[in-house]
């Protein structure tokens, strides 16, 4: 069974463009959420989705977005970027909508901002 | 809104010892849970033990168990004959209930296991 597929694994951008990461989920599981671990700030929850709905939504501006398709692959969108939202973003799928915690994570999509 | 606080950032322990991480944890709410998870260097961090408050029975998993005081909001974690593929980061983390997946990280300890 394949894992959490995240692309692109890693990728350079300049301030003030914008990025969108991917996150396919495991198959079966149906919610997906977006993590940002930074050495400063540590591991931050950005939103979590769950049948194409956002459920949860972390303390983050607006620039950054998502969504949630319905094969249950996600996007995360950051715009007009910022030397600051270098970081590893993480996805993780559950397969039940219910708060059990238990995540698979994918091996991150390291953004670096110059 | 709930806190989690590692206080050790890094520990180091022999092949075939045992260790102790630490996690303390800030909450109101009365339904919450509890979690360690391992992130090996450039690996996928992989959940290794969870904790349902409510639970008054420490949770474990294989070499992997937890002291989960509930009054004083500590949850450590003891790895018994350490192995060196236990090297990594371990996050403690919290989840409230009704919260779907949203997790609350403390800050990491980085565990050295030496041969």
């Known amino acids: 069974k394949a894992g959490v597929t995240q692309t692109p694994r890693y990728l350079i951008k300049t301030r003030g463009q914008q990025v969108t990461l991917s996150c396919s989920p495991i198959?079966?599981?149906?919610?997906v959420s977006w993590y940002q671990q930074t050495p400063g700030q540590g591991l931050q929850f950005l939103f979590e989705?769950?049948?194409?709905?956002?459920?949860n939504k972390g303390n983050f501006p607006g620039r950054f977005s998502g969504r949630q398709f319905s094969n249950s692959r996600s996007e995360m969108n950051v715009s007009t970027l910022e030397l600051g939202d270098s970081a590893l973003y993480l996805c993780?799928?559950?397969?039940?909508?219910?708060?059990?915690?238990?995540?698979?994570f994918g091996e991150g999509s390291r953004l670096t901002v110059l | 809104a709930q806190t989690v606080t590692q206080s050790q950032p890094e520990m180091s322990v022999q092949e075939a010892e045992t260790v102790t991480l630490s996690c303390t944890y800030d909450t109101s709410e009365s339904d919450y849970y509890l979690f360690w998870y391992k992130q090996p260097p450039s690996r996928q961090m992989i959940l290794v033990i969870r904790?349902?408050?409510?639970?008054?029975q420490n949770a474990t998993e294989n070499r992997f168990s937890v002291n989960f005081q509930k009054a004083a909001k500590s949850f450590s974690l003891k790895i018994s004959d350490s192995q060196l593929g236990d090297a990594a980061m371990y996050f403690c983390?919290?989840?409230?209930?009704?919260?779907?997946?949203?997790?609350?990280f403390g800050g990491g300890t980085r565990l050295m296991v030496k041969p």
């Open positions: 904790q349902e408050a409510y639970k008054q």
């Open positions: 993780a799928s559950s397969v039940l909508a219910a708060n059990t915690g238990e995540l698979f």
């Open positions: 989705y769950f049948s194409e709905t956002q459920r």
């Open positions: 198959s079966g599981h149906r919610s």
């Open positions: 983390a919290s989840l409230k209930d009704n919260a779907g997946n949203m997790l609350t």
